[in-house]
């Protein structure tokens, strides 16, 4: 007789692009311990062996026995998702439409998706030796005067007793520093715990807590007013109002409830001084998340959330799947930032899923910012999130002033104005520094004439046309209209037409052969590639080791740099003639937060900003009505335009080896026709050639969320039966954030 029990199968989600569980047979071997939804099991797949999720078991099952493939190995850790974990990873691959495989990958530490079975250590923490340290007075007080980086660290490891060297490197310090302190007997290590923190009054370091403002207060008050249900709160004050002591103090509230705090910044390498700040304040542990930890540091984390030893999680955008086991609050710092959306793969907004996990828990979260995001503001706006503005600066200090210089009336060199030349050379010869932003993001080949300024635009749309060189085309990215690139401008006949933003190229080789006598150095990704480049050089810049820094946006996030009193934005006009809605919003976003980062109340700041259409009404609301206004009225365009956050998009990507597949691809899809949608293209990408790859864009765009989920939902099903479905490689984007490739 047929022993009943020895039939099992599972449904598991394995990590590979495709929309559907694979089932597998379980083996007697490994049916017991009974198997658990959330675990990890290998499976063979298509030749290889890989990490899948159980997500259904039953004993029971539809296909022919000989046709099915068996489990091969059950990873029977203690590290498998639990159901709250992947209700939110489920709704996390259906919001996106992102195969829910690749979505539980993501969520893993890298070490928890390799087939081999893992041996975690527990972490070390560094602690201050109190022993040595009564009785080390004179060796202190040596390593003060000859070591000075090293008596700072040892006062950090002092204020807060156990600190993961994680930690200790994300905030500038090296090994040899730590083993200095190490080898004299200042510190020691001892492993971290396992069991959850807990909370007493000596955990709170009460020296630098600052004393709140009236408004600070309120916000706080209001925060914790509704501690233990789903609030979203946006936080909009202005740089320099003090956001972060308002966080801390929250945190601090929630922590004494033994509850986690999860903190999610765009960038950490980029704001030592708000870690550093934390670390200060809480002795408590502290767990970090980023691309420079290693991954037995990053499983390290992970663990830690999840027996809930770390109280506090700091982390990047995908520090949004921490498994919390018991959270308190979620904040989101600088939630304008772009870098919190991931650009490839899983295309997933940081924010947005962390509002979706706070709802899913039922506790408050926090955005942040002093230029929130258009669809942040509009949602605290029309009250769906709590508003909340702080517009007074605690500290004396003023932000830096926001002048225009009319390129239109300048003769430029390599995109140099002479008023910036010479506010470079005043700014060098008082011994202060210069930071030059070259505005790569949003740079859109809009065509302009040399002579009126005037902006080649379809009549259709009245949006500036964009430049493709390659085919000598203007493209409308509004209604995909298209036309030869005209020799002479429409309004004054002049043949030189040229497109925006040409010229800052060479930019760089330019600078330092005018300023022969002073360090240039730029920090944007490619340079701070290397671990610890970063860190690196942010200490030669405040050591004063450069005196011209050039960056892209990267440099404007948290960053402090006090003796930086001239900053300039070389090009703003592509800008304001993008394709991508968004940029105009994004360089806005830029201008204020340079503005409140350079200078200090000693030596005011001050910004220039390069245009040639000093009269543009955007430019001129922000500089004279300051973000907020510039804001509210750029929604008023928004709104007239039908654009987000008042309706939908999704970009759907495609990109072949000959021009003529992606574009079929996507028009065959265009074919279909959607209740509340309507498609934009298909247009060639801005970058329409990349790699040796033609690459264009589909938008399919509703002024209602549903309509819009329910249509991709038919197209990715027309997508299995496109003639060309395997002649394009083709991606899924809901909520593009970045319409540039
Ligand atoms: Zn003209
Ligand atoms: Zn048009």
């Not at 085309?473 to 298209?482: F, K, P, T, V, Y």
């Not at 329409?688 to 938008?699: D, N, P, T």
């Amino acid at each position: 007789m047929l022993d009943l029990k020895s039939a099992c199968y599972v449904q598991v989600a394995v990590p590979v692009p495709m929309r559907q569980l694979f089932t597998y047979q379980v083996p007697a071997a490994l049916q017991s311990p009974p198997l658990k939804i959330g675990e990890r099991v290998i499976v063979p797949f298509a030749g290889r062996n890989l990490v899948a999720v159980v997500m259904h078991i039953s004993d029971q099952c539809d296909i022919a026995e000989h046709k099915l493939k068996a489990i091969t190995t059950r990873q029977s850790d203690e590290y498998f998702f639990s159901s709250q974990e992947l209700t939110f990873l489920q709704q996390c691959a259906a919001y996106y439409h992102h195969p829910i495989g690749e979505v539980f990958h993501q969520a893993l530490p890298k070490l928890l998706r390799q087939s081999k079975t893992i041996d975690i250590e527990s972490t070390e923490l560094y602690h201050v030796n109190k022993s040595s340290a009564r009785c080390d007075v004179p060796l202190l007080q040596a390593l003060q005067k000859k070591a000075p980086k090293q008596f700072a660290l040892y006062q950090l490891i002092a204020q807060h007793q156990g600190i993961t060297w994680a930690e200790i490197r994300s905030l500038g310090y090296s090994k040899a520093q730590l083993n200095g302190l190490y080898n004299k007997t200042l510190i020691i290590t001892k492993k971290a715990e396992d069991k959850s923190f807990t909370w007493s009054s000596c955990q709170l370091n009460t020296q630098d807590k600052l004393s709140l403002s009236v408004e600070q207060a309120l916000v706080v008050s209001s925060v914790l007013q509704s501690q233990t249900q789903f609030h979203c709160h946006l936080l909009e004050g202005i740089t320099g109002s003090g956001k972060t002591e308002v966080y801390l103090q929250i945190i601090e509230a929630v922590l004494a409830q033994n509850k986690q705090v999860l903190v999610i910044v765009p960038e950490i390498g980029l704001t030592p001084q708000t870690l550093n700040r934390f670390e200060q304040r809480f002795n408590l542990p502290i767990y970090l998340h980023h691309s420079g930890l290693n991954d037995g540091e990053r499983l390290q984390t992970w663990l830690a959330a999840k027996k809930g030893s770390a109280a506090i999680i700091i982390g990047t955008r995908s520090a949004v799947f921490s498994p919390l086991v018991n959270a308190g609050i979620i904040i989101v710092d600088e939630e304008h930032d772009n870098s919190l959306k991931q650009q490839d793969s899983f295309r997933y907004h940081g924010r947005d899923l962390a509002i979706l996990r706070a709802k899913q828990l039922n506790i408050p979260i926090i955005l942040g910012s002093a230029t929130p995001s258009f669809e942040s503001l509009h949602n605290a706006l029309s009250g769906k999130y709590h508003h909340h503005r702080l517009l007074k600066r605690p500290s004396k200090s003023k932000e830096a002033k926001i002048e225009l210089v009319n390129m239109a009336e300048q003769i430029s060199e390599y995109g140099l104005s002479e008023t910036l030349k010479f506010e470079i050379k005043q700014t060098l010869a008082r011994q202060e520094q210069v930071l030059i932003f070259l505005n790569r993001r949003g740079f859109a080949p809009a065509l302009s004439c040399q002579e009126c300024h005037e902006i080649i635009a379809c009549q259709r749309c009245n949006k500036a046309y964009t430049l493709h060189q390659q085919q000598q085309l203007l493209i409308c990215h509004h209604c995909g209209s298209q036309k030869r690139v005209p020799k002479q401008c429409f309004q004054c006949g002049s043949v030189r037409l040229l497109p925006l933003g040409q010229g800052t190229e060479q930019l760089e080789q330019k600078l330092s052969e005018l300023f022969t006598h002073y360090s240039a150095v730029r920090i944007d990704r490619d340079s701070t590639r290397r671990k610890g480049a970063l860190a690196k050089l942010l200490q030669e810049v405040s050591d004063k080791k450069h005196q011209l820094l050039i960056g892209t946006q990267m440099l404007a996030k948290g960053h402090h740099f006090p003796d930086v009193t001239l900053v300039a934005v070389l090009d703003v006009d592509g800008a304001l003639f993008s394709y991508d809605f968004r940029a105009a919003e994004q360089m806005a976003q830029l201008l204020i937060q340079v503005a409140g980062r350079a200078g200090r109340a000693s030596k005011p700041g001050k910004v220039l900003v390069q245009t040639r259409y000093p009269q543009h009404p955007l430019l001129q609301d922000l500089i004279h009505n300051g973000y907020h206004h510039f804001a509210q009225q750029a929604l008023i365009e928004r709104k007239l335009a039908k654009l987000p956050p008042f309706s939908y998009q999704v970009l759907i990507r495609a990109e072949a080896n000959y021009p003529h597949y992606p574009e079929a691809f996507l028009r065959a899809l265009t074919q279909q026709s959607l209740a509340h949608c309507e498609y934009a293209g298909p247009v060639p990408a801005p970058m329409e050639k990349k790699a040796g790859k033609y690459r264009f864009h589909l938008i399919v765009q509703s002024p209602q969320r549903k309509a819009l989920h329910f249509a991709i939902k038919i197209l990715l099903d027309n997508i299995k039966s496109n003639p060309l479905n395997n002649k394009v490689r083709w991606s899924i984007d809901v909520d593009p954030a970045d319409l540039s490739w």
